[in-house]
Nanobody, 120 residues
Framework: QVHLVESGGGLVQAGGSLRLVCTAS????????MRWFRQPPGNQRELVAR???????WCLESVKGRFTISGDHAKNTLHLQMNGLKPEDTGRYYCNYFGESSTLGQYDYWGQGTQVTVAS
């Protein structure tokens, strides 16, 4: 119904930067949370950062000062600026829109992910 597409991943050296973008096929109105998850190879998926419809943000302690989450409601996009990348940041990054609206009811949308690889 609603499709999310991530882009911006790639291969970088330690200390490099990447900007991930998540684009929704349509505007999602209502109260919700937009999140970035990542899944390291051979490990479990973890929450990296989130931003609420009210503008409150949160990120993993390990990425504080390096990653910044932001959104553009008008363009239906979610961003994750990643600076000072470390090898432990390697993984597949997923975009997630979670919340509730009068038209969609409760929703939980996921993208297919984009690979981020940081070389030592």
């Amino acid at each position: 119904q609603v499709h999310l597409v991530e882009s911006g991943g790639g291969l970088v050296q330690a200390g490099g930067s990447l900007r991930l973008v998540c684009t929704a096929s349509e505007n999602i109105a209502g109260i919700g949370i937009m999140r970035w998850f990542r899944q390291p190879p051979g490990n479990q998926r973890e929450l990296v950062a989130r931003i609420t419809s009210g503008g409150n943000t949160w990120c993993l302690e390990s990425v504080k000062g390096r990653f910044t989450i932001s959104g553009d409601h008008a363009k239906n996009t979610l961003h994750l600026q990643m600076n000072g990348l470390k090898p432990e940041d390697t993984g597949r990054y997923y975009c997630n829109y979670f919340g509730e609206s009068s038209t969609l009811g409760q929703y939980d949308y996921w993208g297919q992910g984009t690979q981020v690889t940081v070389a030592s």
